[in-house]
């Protein structure tokens, strides 16, 4: 047998080096001794630079294949990071730019790692830092494209490097700036924290350009009208606003009806829910009782917390108490019921109480909350009718013990401002958080708020400031209502009123003077010799017309808004007077040549004496309109509708309670309705301010005009509508019913209607206001030579209404 060949020892990897020098030699002395001649140091060479450095660099990152990525596939992902987080809307381009874009950088990896929601997360911030707006888009100006390729040397191995982006395309820097805060006590925290870097930088505060103190406030104001008013709808998939981008039709399919009412009713869903009585607490408070607790319901459960039942939800739950949410409508067979999402059901008010008693009106085409208990009729076949599923009526009844209007939301809440009464106090609090939404075409809050309020400060002063400063400024913008052209008493009453102010300090006169229709008796154009033809139209205006050339100065100096009536064309020469479809369009140019002609006169005349700034104007708006001041600062809603009148016609009658010792005639006046010159209201009463307070009636008369005022204000502000009626009753277009909500709550809202009382009632920090007639024909028929003319006069800086009154 043959030995194993033994395999050969490896070579040695160390070999022997040079023997030391002398001079490094140890002594002889003991271990750890001294040296007998002291050690030089070593020479310390810079270390070579390796050849191969960039590409052993390459070679330890990690390398990263680029995909194909569908669109479709990083959808979830950009509604999750852009839209629920950062309040974006991405349209299909963008879309796809960035499924490109993550496929290309981030490789496979980019849903398991975590790579495609830090690249989407860093293109919204750099988006909204550059003030790119709501909805995320690859337009023309190729802002999206631009952000990516500014992302394409930040990519490493398929991540997001930080440290390499820049400081001026990104929000690091704004970061940054809120962690050093903590470092500098002397800097507050509030100040340092930016709302996604588009507010509240004091770096933003420092470049702004001073604004001009002589400056006019008019140049920040603006009218829109109905028809160009940005149309945002509820998403109940994201839980918050949307805008929608499609055209707006005159002839809609029916299926816009539908979903205009339906988001109507997510609107006032979502706003009730965020009511502290709707919410549950984590303990039971026992220092504060049920904001509700006038209602005799046995619905809160301990926390206090009420819940809504949806209607289908009754079905076998016969002889127990619910809360319902619903619309008021009269069903087929003429009863009244209750509707919602999931279905209907009969009312019985036999014995049911509105809340409040004395200031509460309902009407079909209202949400109301409704409390009672369900009975089933007894049939075998309870079900959802005849409907074939989810929305039909159910068998039975609901029998209501109380009725009430759904409790409005102050604007501060609804835009995240805070709860501040000051005007030049914003802190962000837990809200709807709608601040980033353009309401209105002018900028939101959290963008150009602040920055529009230190205008407003500049302009107009502080609201702490007394009207005896040494600096006054023009704050007063007054309403005419009911101005009939045809009447010789209303002219001579309009130019009562122009005297009034012509005579007075350039300070004292309004910015803006605001006349509403009817600007004839009868409907013009609808065919009938009482209501007159175009001609006949036009002849009025130009007798306006030469009225105004009589205040030339007052002319140039003040922007003249007119806001139609029913009786007004064009739509008036369908409709005959009778209710016309909401909004409506403004009054046509042909007929009002000569009011702007003689506007224009009087800012040639203004100019060549150099006494103006802001030339004067005439607007021709729709109805209704919105003024917007200081961009979304100020929100003054106009218009034009004989609502009580309405709403008298087709109330809900209840039959009367015996007194029971809970409630008085009396205790209307202790419902939360500020009246003009009443405190700030107790904020803890404030969130469910549609129901009345618990406490002591007061002894305080209430005039028949206030009375009214206070009826209409709580209907249209629980409402948030300005027409809360049906279509057969009040017709509206579809498309535009958005025009029509009052949510958020504006500043101001000015209703005229003819057939009620002036009055001026603040409501939940909006100021309502009525200005009636300005002369009523009744009174003067005695006296043909002399009479009362009547406006309201409003200053935008206190937010305080006045009604004046003069004599002609």
Same mark, same amino acid.
């Given at each position: 047998?043959?030995?194993?060949?033994?395999?050969?020892?490896?070579?040695?990897?160390?070999?022997?080096?040079?023997?030391?020098?002398?001079?490094?030699?140890?002594?002889?002395?003991?271990?750890?001794?001294?040296?007998?001649?002291?050690?030089?140091?070593?020479?310390?060479?810079?270390?070579?630079?390796?050849?191969?450095? $960039?590409?052993?660099?390459?070679? %330890?990152?990690?390398?990263?294949?680029?995909?194909?990525?569908? $669109?479709?596939?990083?959808?979830?992902?950009?509604?999750?990071?852009?839209?629920?987080?950062?309040?974006?809307?991405?349209?299909?381009?963008?879309?796809?730019?960035?499924?490109?874009?993550?496929?290309?950088?981030?490789?496979?990896?980019?849903?398991?790692?975590?790579?495609?929601?830090?690249?989407?997360?860093?293109?919204?911030?750099?988006?909204?830092?550059?003030?790119?707006?709501?909805?995320?888009?690859?337009?023309?100006?190729?802002?999206?494209?631009?952000?990516?390729?500014?992302?394409?040397?930040?990519?490493?191995?398929?991540?997001?490097?930080?440290?390499?982006?820049?400081?001026?395309?990104?929000?690091?820097?704004?970061?940054?700036?809120?962690?050093?805060?903590?470092?500098?006590?002397?800097?507050?925290?509030?100040?340092?924290?930016?709302?996604?870097?588009?507010?509240?930088?004091?770096?933003?505060?420092?470049?702004?350009?001073?604004?001009?103190?002589?400056?006019?406030?008019?140049?920040?104001?603006?009218?829109?009208?109905?028809?160009?008013?940005?149309?945002?709808?509820?998403?109940?998939?994201?839980?918050?606003?949307?805008?929608?981008?499609?055209?707006?039709?005159?002839?809609?399919?029916?299926?816009?009806?539908?979903?205009?009412?339906?988001?109507?009713?997510?609107?006032?869903?979502?706003?009730?829910?965020?009511?502290?009585?709707?919410?549950?607490?984590?303990?039971?408070?026992?220092?504060?009782?049920?904001?509700?607790?006038?209602?005799?319901?046995?619905?809160?459960?301990?926390?206090?917390?009420?819940?809504?039942?949806?209607?289908?939800?009754?079905?076998?739950?016969?002889?127990?108490?619910?809360?319902?949410?619903?619309?008021?409508?009269?069903?087929?067979?003429?009863?009244?019921?209750?509707?919602?999402?999931?279905?209907?059901?009969?009312?019985?008010?036999?014995?049911?109480?509105?809340?409040?008693?004395?200031?509460?009106?309902?009407?079909?085409?209202?949400?109301?909350?409704?409390?009672?208990?369900?009975?089933?009729?007894?049939?075998?076949?309870?079900?959802?009718?005849?409907?074939?599923?989810?929305?039909?009526?159910?068998?039975?009844?609901?029998?209501?013990?109380?009725?009430?209007?759904?409790?409005?939301?102050?604007?501060?809440?609804?835009?995240?401002?805070?709860?501040?009464?000051?005007?030049?106090?914003?802190?962000?609090?837990?809200?709807?958080?709608?601040?980033?939404?353009?309401?209105?075409?002018?900028?939101?809050?959290?963008?150009?708020?602040?920055?529009?309020?230190?205008?407003?400060?500049?302009?107009?002063?502080?609201?702490?400031?007394?009207?005896?400063?040494?600096?006054?400024?023009?704050?007063?913008?007054?309403?005419?209502?009911?101005?009939?052209?045809?009447?010789?008493?209303?002219?001579?009453?309009?130019?009562?009123?122009?005297?009034?102010?012509?005579?007075?300090?350039?300070?004292?006169? $309004?910015?803006?003077?605001?006349?509403?229709? %009817?600007?004839?008796?009868?409907?013009?154009?609808?065919?009938?010799? !009482?209501?007159?033809?175009?001609?006949?139209?036009?002849?009025?205006?130009?007798?306006?017309?030469?009225?105004?050339?009589?205040?030339?100065?007052?002319?140039?100096?003040?922007?003249?808004?007119?806001?139609?009536?029913?009786?007004?064309?064009?739509?008036?020469?369908?409709?005959?007077?009778?209710?016309?479809?909401?909004?409506?369009?403004?009054?046509?140019?042909?007929?009002?040549?000569?009011?702007?002609?003689?506007?224009?006169?009087? %800012?040639?005349?203004?100019?060549?004496?150099?006494?103006?700034?802001?030339?004067?104007?005439?607007?021709?708006?729709?109805?209704?309109?919105?003024?917007?001041?200081?961009?979304?600062?100020?929100?003054?809603?106009?218009?034009?509708?004989?609502?009580?009148?309405?709403?008298?016609?087709?109330?809900?009658?209840?039959?009367?309670?015996?007194?029971?010792?809970?409630?008085?005639?009396?205790?209307?006046?202790?419902?939360?309705?500020?009246?003009?010159?009443?405190?700030?209201?107790?904020?803890?009463?404030?969130?469910?301010?549609?129901?009345?307070?618990?406490?002591?009636?007061?002894?305080?008369?209430?005039?028949?005009?206030?009375?009214?005022?206070?009826?209409?204000? !709580?209907?249209?502000?629980?409402?948030?509508?300005?027409?809360?009626?049906?279509?057969?009753?009040?017709?509206?277009?579809?498309?535009?019913?958005?025009?029509?909500?009052?949510?958020?709550?504006?500043?101001?809202?000015?209703?005229?209607?003819?057939?009620?009382?002036?009055?001026?009632?603040?409501?939940?920090?909006?100021?309502?206001?009525?200005?009636?007639?300005?002369?009523?024909?009744?009174?003067?028929?005695?006296?043909?030579?002399?009479?009362?003319?009547?406006?309201?006069?409003?200053?935008?800086?206190?937010?305080?209404?006045?009604?004046?009154?003069?004599?002609?």
């Amino acid at each position: 047998m043959e030995e194993p060949i033994p395999s050969p020892m490896p070579p040695h990897i160390f070999k022997a080096g040079p023997l030391p020098a002398s001079d490094l030699v140890f002594s002889s002395s003991p271990g750890f001794a001294t040296p007998a001649h002291p050690i030089k140091p070593r020479e310390t060479r810079p270390a070579p630079q390796p050849v191969f450095a $960039p590409q052993l660099k390459i070679a %330890n990152a990690q390398t990263v294949l680029p995909i194909s990525l569908p $669109p479709q596939l990083l959808r979830p992902v950009a509604f999750r990071t852009l839209t629920k987080k950062h309040n974006l809307t991405i349209t299909s381009a963008a879309l796809s730019a960035l499924a490109a874009f993550v496929g290309r950088w981030c490789g496979a990896g980019w849903r398991q790692e975590g790579l495609a929601e830090r690249v989407l997360d860093e293109v919204s911030k750099q988006w909204k830092w550059d003030n790119g707006g709501l909805i995320l888009d690859d337009a023309q100006d190729k802002k999206l494209k631009n952000i990516l390729k500014s992302l394409e040397p930040c990519m490493s191995g398929g991540k997001l490097d930080i440290a390499r982006l820049s400081r001026t395309n990104s929000n690091v820097t704004s970061l940054l700036r809120s962690d050093s805060s903590l470092a500098r006590p002397e800097m507050p925290r509030d100040e340092s924290q930016t709302s996604f870097g588009m507010s509240g930088l004091d770096v933003e505060d420092q470049d702004m350009d001073e604004a001009d103190p002589s400056q006019d406030a008019r140049s920040y104001m603006k009218i829109i009208s109905a028809f160009t008013q940005p149309k945002l709808t509820y998403s109940t998939a994201k839980k918050t606003l949307e805008v929608v981008t499609n055209t707006s039709s005159l002839m809609p399919p029916i299926q816009h009806k539908i979903i205009s009412f339906r988001n109507r009713y997510h609107l006032v869903h979502q706003r009730l829910l965020r009511n502290e009585s709707f919410q549950k607490t984590t303990f039971a408070s026992t220092t504060r009782s049920s904001s509700l607790s006038r209602s005799a319901s046995n619905l809160a459960s301990v926390s206090g917390a009420y819940k809504i039942t949806p209607i289908s939800n009754l079905l076998g739950r016969s002889g127990t108490c619910h809360l319902l949410l619903g619309l008021l409508v009269h069903s087929a067979a003429g009863d009244l019921a209750l509707t919602d999402l999931t279905g209907s059901t009969v009312l019985d008010i036999s014995i049911a109480r509105p809340v409040p008693d004395a200031d509460a009106w309902f009407c079909p085409g209202m949400i109301v909350l409704v409390e009672g208990t369900y009975e089933d009729d007894g049939s075998n076949n309870s079900g959802l009718g005849s409907a074939g599923g989810v929305g039909g009526q159910i068998k039975g009844r609901f029998i209501a013990d109380t009725i009430a209007g759904p409790p409005a939301e102050r604007r501060e809440v609804t835009l995240g401002t805070g709860h501040s009464h000051k005007i030049d106090a914003v802190h962000t609090v837990a809200g709807a958080g709608y601040g980033w939404f353009d309401f209105l075409g002018t900028g939101s809050e959290r963008a150009t708020g602040q920055q529009m309020r230190r205008l407003q400060r500049q302009l107009l002063g502080h609201k702490t400031n007394d009207e005896l400063s040494d600096d006054p400024k023009r704050t007063k913008t007054i309403m005419i209502g009911e101005c009939n052209l045809d009447s010789p008493r209303t002219l001579e009453a309009i130019k009562a009123i122009f005297n009034t102010y012509n005579s007075t300090d350039l300070v004292d006169r $309004p910015l803006t003077t605001i006349l509403f229709g %009817n600007f004839v008796n009868a409907a013009s154009m609808a065919g009938s010799a !009482k209501g007159g033809d175009s001609i006949h139209y036009k002849e009025v205006f130009d007798g306006l017309a030469s009225l105004f050339s009589e205040f030339p100065s007052l002319m140039s100096t003040t922007t003249l808004i007119f806001v139609p009536g029913d009786n007004d064309p064009w739509a008036s020469s369908f409709s005959a007077g009778a209710a016309a479809l909401l909004p409506q369009q403004g009054i046509p140019e042909l007929f009002t040549s000569r009011i702007r002609r003689a506007v224009n006169t009087a %800012n040639n005349e203004a100019h060549l004496k150099k006494d103006i700034d802001t030339p004067g104007e005439a607007i021709f708006t729709s109805n209704p309109a919105r003024i917007s001041l200081f961009g979304p600062v100020e929100e003054i809603v106009l218009f034009r509708d004989d609502a009580t009148s309405r709403i008298r016609r087709n109330a809900v009658l209840f039959s009367k309670q015996e007194d029971d010792g809970m409630e008085t005639d009396n205790d209307i006046s202790r419902i939360q309705l500020d009246l003009d010159d009443a405190g700030i209201p107790d904020p803890d009463i404030e969130a469910v301010a549609s129901h009345i307070p618990i406490g002591q009636p007061t002894t305080q008369h209430i005039d028949k005009a206030t009375l009214i005022g206070r009826r209409l204000t !709580k209907l249209l502000l629980d409402q948030s509508h300005l027409a809360p009626f049906p279509t057969s009753i009040r017709p509206t277009l579809w498309d535009y019913g958005h025009s029509l909500s009052l949510y958020p709550l504006p500043t101001a809202l000015v209703v005229c209607d003819a057939e009620a009382p002036a009055f001026t009632v603040t409501y939940e920090g909006c100021a309502v206001m009525n200005p009636g007639r300005v002369v009523d024909e009744d009174k003067g028929t005695a006296r043909r030579r002399g009479g009362e003319a009547r406006w309201v006069e409003y200053d935008v800086k206190r937010r305080k209404a006045e009604i004046r009154s003069c004599r002609f």
